[in-house]
């Protein structure tokens, strides 16, 4: 709701009502054209102040109501009555003016905010335009490239940046609210013609064509599938080509084919999903969210490769002290390097002091005696990760939680090399880790809620994303990772190219196909977990290579990896690179020709495959291996993994996440395709659907938001 009142007797104050975020729900609107209406009829009101409660302006329409019939007073006639009000109407903006949020205010005739206050049109993230007024109002206020910029991508701003750019009238380091009330005294009575937006004449660029064309290429680029940013684009493009009324109308146009589109409704869903994961308890019933973290403040990383500079920088960034310790004395001096070059970068970008003093290195393990938290991360080992748990249990002061950075060890043979087993969890990052938003917080069957509480809580001071996942081989990432790869070798296999089916991917949406992927982080890093875990076998092993007991396997990726191509690093992987490191995939001749005659080696004849096959075979096995997951309890929901595909493996956004995906598609259809590929290839586990597949299918396939319901029904049911 809008709660009236008056300041100094000739000043109206509306106060938005709807925490947390004032968003402008049906009662908020109704509430903000009741009050208007009183504030304009009332004679002693000469001017009127629109502010939010609790020190945030607003964060825009209300999501929720998106699902629903829309109800209430709608949003652009609504901001149609302030712009012609004839008493002038400030904006008091504290905290954010998102959204709708925004676009309330740029009806508004005059704008003041607080210094902390962030501003912007995000409604792109959402698969959405700005659809009350924004893509006219913006570009009339502050010329049409600033407004493309901030409309596609969805960036918010400062207040700093808003006055600059002419988005707001006043900054204040104080009360917004007061300094609007000042500012609304000191208006009243004043011409209000030229404090109208949508009155104004919008800027055309010269050129303008060509400025539209160079930004709608550069949108599509970075879109990768995604819609809305190019129909922003368009929308902006109206506010040049039209008058305002038709304008306006073309935004409800566009607006509308967004709403209804399938983007839009994954994206809202990945919404609420990534801010909903924290709040469940695990698959296993651990109720780590009621248990109270212990203070973390200083913490030890233990090796600095890849992983443990990246976990050192984030660490440090979060604000605590970090023994960085590393046996290899060449490795140290790298690693040192490498950790105060990111730290300096990211203080420059970030614009935050530098924290280089917070870490001490160290060659032993015993400079990790005091610390409260200790992150293992030395080489995918299970005897040298067991030794040094051991060494851990031994040396650190009691409590000490001990976590593990393994991409798919178990974590309960771990917990057993040490004294208390309560206190062991995995944090599994990502690379690079001091980048990437994505932690898996691995909880053993004996991980105490506190230990896993703790190792939530330290995540998210690190600015982490955290999910909670069950103890598996791999977890939920890799895990669903491995049956989405083979699937991929398969195709070759069977006459595909790497090029195919990363194109089929890459137009999918995913940043790299599958191969090219590989390249990037390493083929060596997969094929020593799959050596360690025996499933390497020689080539003198023949056809048994490929078939083991009964299954198929494609040995593709460690012969290889035995030619010593281990992607970019070597400069020759799945691709050919300019140089070792090098960044850009060629097709390679050579890997055509090593397909060939592994193909004739084997007695397999190359096919056409089509484009449908490359992607469903791919996906619906990794798919596949998600209902697996939530049928064995490792993950907590369906919104977990899609979470966990989206921030950490480059699952395309607007495609919500795999599972949201296959609910898009229709479990019965992908029941079907699975059905029928697991019949050509009956040798392949993967490709035979799931029971829990099967049941929610033959269920009438629930929508997603059920599927948590129906998982807390006794396992041995599903
Ligand atoms: N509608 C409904 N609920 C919203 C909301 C919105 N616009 N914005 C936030 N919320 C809810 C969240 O779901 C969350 O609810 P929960 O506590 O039940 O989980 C709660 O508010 C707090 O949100 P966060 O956990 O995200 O809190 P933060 O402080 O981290 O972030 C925020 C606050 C920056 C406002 C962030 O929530 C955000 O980015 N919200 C979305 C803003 C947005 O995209 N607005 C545009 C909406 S579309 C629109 O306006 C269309 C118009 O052009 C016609
Ligand atoms: P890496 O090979 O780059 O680094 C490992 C480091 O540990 C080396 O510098 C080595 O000298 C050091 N080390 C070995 N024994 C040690 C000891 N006893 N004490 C101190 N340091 C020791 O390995 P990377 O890639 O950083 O992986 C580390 C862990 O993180 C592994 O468990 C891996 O599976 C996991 N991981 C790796 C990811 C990746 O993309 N590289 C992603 C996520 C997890």
């Known amino acids: 709701m809008a709660f009236y009142s008056r300041v100094s007797g000739s000043v109206g104050m509306i106060t938005l009502q709807n925490p947390p975020v004032n968003a402008l729900s049906a009662p908020v609107r109704q509430g903000i054209v009741d009050t208007i209406h009183r504030a304009l009829s009332e004679p002693e009101v000469k001017s009127v102040v629109i502010c939010g409660q609790n020190g945030t302006f607003c964060g825009g329409a209300d999501i929720k109501e998106f699902g629903a019939n829309m109800s209430g007073p709608p949003l652009v006639p609504m901001i149609h009555l302030i712009e012609a009000a004839a008493k002038p109407v400030v904006a008091a903006i504290e905290g954010i003016a998102l959204g709708g949020g925004l676009e309330l ?124 940013p190019g129909t922003c684009v368009q929308a902006v493009r109206a506010a040049v080509a039209l008058p305002y009324a038709k304008g306006m109308e073309r935004e409800k146009e566009l607006f509308a084919t967004l709403f209804t589109s399938g983007q839009a409704r994954a994206l809202q869903y990945y919404f609420f999903a990534q801010r909903a994961i924290g709040r469940w308890s695990t698959p296993s019933g651990a109720r780590w969210d009621t248990s109270k973290p212990r203070p973390v403040r200083k913490a030890a990383v233990i090796g600095l490769g890849t992983m443990g500079r990246g976990i050192t920088v984030s660490l440090a ?56 938290l200790v992150i293992e991360a030395v080489f995918e080992d299970m005897a040298l990760k067991r030794s040094i748990f051991q060494q851990l249990s031994r040396l650190c002061k009691p409590g000490t939680l001990l976590c593990t950075n393994t991409s798919g060890l ?20 990502f690379a690079p880790a001091h980048v990437m938003k994505l932690l898996e917080v691995v909880h053993g069957p004996r991980s105490s809620p506190e230990a896993l509480a703790t190792a939530m809580q330290l995540g998210k001071k690190m600015g982490k994303v955290s999910v909670a996942v069950g103890n598996c081989r791999c977890f939920v990432g890799n895990r669903m990772l491995r049956p989405y790869v083979m699937q991929a070798y398969f195709l070759l296999e069977e006459g595909a190219t790497p090029e195919q089916v990363d194109q089929v991917l890459e137009e999918f949406g995913f940043p790299m196909g599958v191969f090219k992927m590989s390249d990037l ?22 056809e048994s290579a490929r078939i083991r007991e009964g299954s198929r396997y494609s040995p593709l990726g460690d012969l290889i990896c035995e030619q010593g191509r281990f992607g970019q690093k070597t400069g020759r992987g799945w691709y050919q690179y300019d140089k070792p490191g090098g960044r850009v995939a060629k097709p390679d001749p050579w890997l055509h020709g090593f397909l060939e005659e592994y193909r004739t080696r084997h007695g397999l004849a190359a096919r056409r495959i089509d484009h449908q096959e490359v992607l469903e075979r791919c996906l619906y096995a990794l798919i596949n291996e998600g209902f697996q997951i939530l049928q064995d309890g490792i993950a907590a929901g369906p919104e977990d993994i899609d979470v966990i595909y989206v921030l950490g493996y480059g699952w395309p956004r607007h495609r919500g996440g795999p599972m949201f995906f296959a609910g898009q598609v229709g479990l019965d259809k992908v029941l079907e395709r699975l059905e029928h590929y697991h ?23 629930p929508p997603i938001s059920r599927w948590r319901e129906i998982l807390q029904k006794p396992r041995s049911q599903l």
């Not at 001096?333 to 160290?362: C, F, H, N, S, W």
């Not at 208390?420 to 990052?429: C, I, K, N, R, W």
């Not at 977990?529 to 092993?541: F, H, I, N, T, W």
């Open 105 to 228: 205010a740029l009806g508004c005739h005059y704008r003041v905010a607080n210094s902390k206050a962030r501003l912007g049109l995000p409604e792109v993230t959402l698969g959405l335009l700005p659809g009350a007024g924004g893509t006219q109002r913006l570009p009339r206020l502050i010329g049409v490239p600033a407004a493309l910029e901030l409309i596609t991508t969805g960036r918010h701003v400062t207040a700093a940046e808003a006055l600059q750019l002419g988005i707001i009238d006043e900054v204040t380091d104080h009360n917004a609210v007061d300094a609007a009330v000042k500012l609304a005294q000191s208006v009243a009575g004043k011409p209000l013609d030229a404090r109208r937006i949508s009155t104004y004449p919008c800027p055309r660029p010269p050129d303008s064509d060509v400025v539209f064309e160079k930004v709608m290429q550069e949108v599509r680029r970075h879109a990768r599938g995604a819609i809305a």
């Open 521 to 542: 982080s390493g083929l060596d890093v997969a094929w020593r977990m799959r050596k360690a875990e025996g499933l390497v076998l020689p080539a003198s092993a023949g």
């Open 679 to 701: 019949q050509v290839h009956p040798d392949v586990p993967a490709l035979k659907p799931c029971s829990l597949l099967r049941r929610l299918a033959a269920s009438g396939s």
């Open 317 to 372: 960034q979060a604000g605590l002290s970090v023994v960085a310790v590393e046996t290899q004395e060449k490795q140290l001096l790298a690693a040192k390097q490498a950790v105060t070059g990111m730290l300096e970068r990211g203080a420059k970008r970030r614009g935050a002091p530098l924290v280089l003093d917070q870490i001490k290195y160290g060659r032993s393990v015993q400079a990790a005696a005091d610390v409260d």
């Open 410 to 429: 178990d974590i309960d043979e771990l917990a057993s090399q040490t004294q208390s087993p309560e206190l062991v969890v995995g944090m599994h990052f």
